[in-house]
């Protein structure tokens, strides 16, 4: 049963309203009933003290892998989900067109709102190197999954690695944008070691879709040099979208501080968790964010970027990212700690950070998931 909900003397930030300031969030029937800068003298079945706290839309996860026993990779959604302060998970990739109906089943009873992209792969991740054979891909039954299950399915996924796509090269890849196009979903692609090369998969995409891994620090990624791949920055220029994807190999220091330093920030910002890299280095979302606010992404980015962002990337801006008067009330409470932290990349290097952002509380649907404020 829903219960209204006080929350007083926060920093609200909300990107997709413009709102940054200390003020009241109320909560009634699920639904966010007000937004107001200082105290509003309203009464609530709960109140919950947010002085010294962030107040900001329920984050969301771009790039994760929660389906769990179809695939050595799943995690449980509500771990790394609501556990976690994140109130939406994507699933990349991890089902196709065979095992989507177990995967929904599956996910239904979570209290983490579950979306997912889906592979080309009829047995999705559960099949390795699940984009080698073109026996298995299915691109006119992906189109039709996308179109009866669009209140799940966000898109469509890829892996473009050596190891995924085997003696295919930029087929299936190429097969993968042409099925998403054709179904007017994005496309994210993770970038991994080469082949297929950035050469030949960025030139693919178009605006509105999605890199995945984009700071990896692998050879051929999207710096040669020391400069930006002319391909990169012509798929940035256009408006494809560029992702951290966490992960496990797939997040480099040296290359997110270069990025930056060029005057460029990821558009999303997500952790790849899966089973394997939940105890580090990814460990969840905040911590992925804490990495970026370390680097220098200021800190409305870093939040705009796992809500207002992450929910366009998702072409579900009207529903998720905000804390606009009317929207479900999926909201995060954070709590910023000084000190010093170390934070470990995808290659080993550690560097010690002066500010953590902290699970404080989740709010999911109105309902107190985590923490109490």
């Known amino acids: 049963m829903n219960t209204s909900i006080c929350i007083r003397g926060g920093r609200i930030i909300d990107p997709a309203s413009h709102v940054d300031m200390v003020g009241t969030l109320l909560v009634e029937g699920g639904r966010i009933r007000a937004v107001a800068e200082g105290d509003l003298p309203v009464r609530a079945d709960r ?46 990739g991890s089902a196709g067109t065979e095992t989507l109906a177990a995967f929904r089943a599956q996910v239904a009873p979570c209290r983490t709102r579950v979306l997912a992209f889906l592979n080309l792969s009829r047995e999705g991740l559960a099949h390795p190197a699940e984009l080698s054979d073109p026996a298995r891909l299915a691109p006119d039954e992906a189109v039709m999954a996308l179109k009866e299950h669009a209140d799940f399915l966000v898109g469509i996924k890829a892996r473009a690695s050596a190891s995924v796509v ?28 080469a082949p297929p090369r950035l050469e030949e998969i960025l030139p693919l995409l178009e605006a509105g879709d999605i890199v995945s891994h984009a700071l990896h620090g692998k050879p051929g990624g999207i710096y040669r040099d020391g400069r930006l791949l002319p391909e990169a920055r012509a798929a940035l220029d256009r408006g494809v979208l560029f992702d951290v994807g966490h992960g496990q190999a797939s997040f480099s220091f040296a290359t997110a501080r270069r990025f930056l330093a060029d005057g460029f920030l990821p558009y999303t910002i997500s952790s790849d968790l899966w089973k394997g890299n939940e105890t580090g280095p990814v460990f969840s979302l905040l911590h992925t964010m804490t990495k970026l606010l370390h680097l ?43 000190g010093e932290f170390p934070l470990t990349d995808s290659e080993g290097a550690v560097e010690m950070a002066r500010y953590n952002l902290e699970l404080a509380g989740t709010i999911r649907a109105g309902q107190v998931m985590a923490g109490e404020g």
Request: hydrophobic share 45%; with cysteine.
């Open 166 to 193: 085997g003696k295919q090269g930029i087929a299936p890849v190429r097969l993968s944008a042409e099925t998403a196009h054709r179904a007017g979903v994005p496309i994210m692609v993770h970038i991994g070691n």
């Open 296 to 338: 220098g992404m200021p800190l409305h980015e870093v939040i705009a970027a796992t809500t207002s962002r992450a929910a366009a990337a998702l072409r579900r801006e009207a529903e998720l990212g905000s804390l606009a008067v009317g929207r479900v009330a999926d909201i995060s409470l954070i709590r910023i700690t000084e």
């Open 47 to 92: 109140e919950i003290d947010a002085r010294g706290l962030l107040v900001v839309p329920g984050l969301i996860d771009l790039h994760t892998h929660c389906f769990v026993g179809m695939t050595s990779l799943g995690l449980p959604p509500d771990q790394i989900g609501v556990q976690q302060g994140v109130t939406t998970v994507v699933d990349a």
